[in-house]
């Protein structure tokens, strides 16, 4: 560009003249179709339609790049969390199959049941089943209420993981996928003929200007003359 531009890379405002240049050629603005249109002006009518071209193919990078930076660092908060909480779920289910295993499975049902259960064998006078549901009801009451919290908790994550997996999916595709954020509704094409500068235009603006100049002159060598000669009649 620097090249294109007949800027010497050994210039020390090189970046700035550059800037420059872009300012002055090119023009950006919102159609009443709320469309953008993109207009470049260049001495080679082909470079400045594939400038347009690639701007506009540059749009979507660029809006990607910037949602991009956003969405990993919200999908690597969400995915902490996700993962975060697939492991409390995981420890909770470990610590329920341990209980299970000592016989707690259903802390209000297995309660009702073997309560019931002592009391008719109470009034059988069954010592033996007596002590066994005795022992069970120790056991249930022992560890029913840590079965009870872990379960009514292990309930409640995965009802937030449920709610949570979505977030971690849809954060997953914006952190990953590139989406077009244009539509471009016509090509730049090289233009057939000059925008500016308008060359006849250029030949009358200058010609007008010379004249004039030259009539300011004429102007101002009459008026100086006429001065000199009413001054030389004076002193005569």
């Known amino acids: 560009m620097l090249e294109h531009y007949n800027i010497k890379d050994s210039d020390k405002f090189k970046m700035t003249n550059l800037y420059n240049e872009y300012e002055d050629k090119f023009r950006f603005r919102r159609t009443e179709y709320m469309a953008v249109k993109i207009s470049v ?10 400038m347009a071209n690639d701007i506009a193919e540059l749009v ?32 909770k289910e470990d610590s329920l199959t ?7 499975n259903d802390y209000e049902s297995q309660s009702e049941m073997f309560n019931r259960q002592l009391a008719i064998e109470m009034a059988k006078g069954n010592e033996v ?9 120790d056991t249930l009451a022992k560890y029913g209420g840590p079965y009870v919290s872990l379960r009514d908790a292990l309930e409640h994550d995965k009802k937030k993981l449920s709610a949570l997996r979505s977030k971690y999916e849809e954060a997953k595709v914006d952190a990953t996928e590139s989406l077009p954020h244009k539509f471009i509704v016509s090509s730049a094409y090289k233009a057939e003929k000059k925008t500016y ?3 006849w235009l250029i ?6 200007a010379t004249f004039l100049l030259a009539m300011l002159v004429f102007g101002f060598i009459e008026v100086f003359s006429g001065n000199i000669e009413i001054n030389l009649k004076k002193k005569v």
Do not use: C, H, W, Y
């Open 203 to 208: 030949v009358l603006i200058s010609t007008i």
């Open 41 to 50: 002006l260049d001495k080679d009518p082909q470079f400045a339609a594939d």
């Open 60 to 91: 979507d990078s660029t809006i990607n790049n910037m949602q991009k930076k956003i969405a990993i660092k919200a999908f690597k908060i969400v995915e902490k969390e996700f993962l975060n909480l697939q492991q409390q779920i995981k420890v």
């Open 197 to 199: 500068p308008i060359r």
């Open 98 to 104: 341990v209980l299970r295993k000592l016989g707690i």
């Open 129 to 137: 089943s007596i002590k066994r549901l005795q022992n069970k009801l």
